[in-house]
């Protein structure tokens, strides 16, 4: 099994509908969870930590769940310009590891 | 903007060649990272410096050697790689040394190595 595994899509989206992508771990002793975005030919940026109550930035929200070891990213009234790589990030044993990331695509 | 620069952005070299990748952070971080990001898979950690020593090498292949002068530069010395080796190499800096809870990593945007 894979350290951290995502879907890799692509999820094809109409803007403006709401898209979710989960990211699952498997060390449950894992401390800290973040997404970060990759625009194609560009490299990764934080998108937001995800914190144990739950955390939104705008459109988009981001949830732990420590029982089932995964975290979720929901983007409402998605947007042209949220066409993009989404990887998960999973601090576990004091590195980061990274999944290998879901491509989002939002059409017009 | 960028605060982490990359040099060059392209890079082609035959399997005998000897390059070299530049990285430069300028927002005062003490960490600086290598990584290597291959098609469809992970982002995989190469070298890690945290205070210009080296504090992790995940079993990189020798025909990468790093070099951390200051807190500010770091190269990626690349002599006889393979075509396997192609992939976009990742410079990355931190405020401090990523884990435990460690703080937001800044992306260079990469240089994109062909190996004939």
């Known amino acids: 099994r894979k350290e951290v595994e995502q879907d890799p899509g692509p999820f094809n989206v109409p803007e403006g509908a709401t898209v979710a992508f989960n990211c699952t771990y498997s060390?449950?002793?894992?401390?800290?969870f973040f997404w970060y975005r990759q625009d194609c030919r560009k490299e990764p940026k934080l998108l937001m930590s995800?914190?144990?109550?739950?955390n939104e930035d705008g459109r988009f929200t981001a949830q732990l769940n420590r029982a089932s070891q995964y975290i979720s990213l929901l983007i409402r009234d998605s947007k042209l310009s949220d066409s993009a790589t989404y990887l998960c990030v999973v601090d576990s044993n004091y590195q980061l590891i990274w999944g290998a990331g879901t491509k989002l695509i939002i059409k017009p | 903007e960028t605060g982490v620069t990359q040099t060059p952005r392209h890079l082609v070299m035959g399997m005998t060649n000897k390059k070299s990748l530049k990285c430069e952070q300028h927002?005062?971080?003490?960490?600086m990272y290598w990584y290597k990001q291959s098609a469809k898979k992970p982002l995989e950690l190469m070298f890690v410096?945290?205070?210009?020593?080296?504090?992790e090498n995940n079993s990189v292949p020798s025909r990468f050697s790093p070099e951390c002068p200051n807190s500010s530069h770091l190269f990626l010395h690349l002599h006889t790689l393979q075509p396997e080796d192609s992939a976009l190499y990742l410079c990355?800096?931190?405020?401090?040394?990523?884990?435990?809870?460690?703080?937001?990593?800044?992306f260079g945007e990469g240089s994109r190595l062909t190996v004939l």
């Open positions: 410096y945290s205070l210009e020593e080296r504090v």
């Open positions: 060390n449950s002793a894992s401390q800290s």
């Open positions: 995800v914190y144990s109550s739950g």
């Open positions: 927002l005062g971080h003490n960490a």
């Open positions: 990355a800096s931190s405020q401090e040394q990523t884990g435990g809870g460690g703080g937001e990593l800044f």
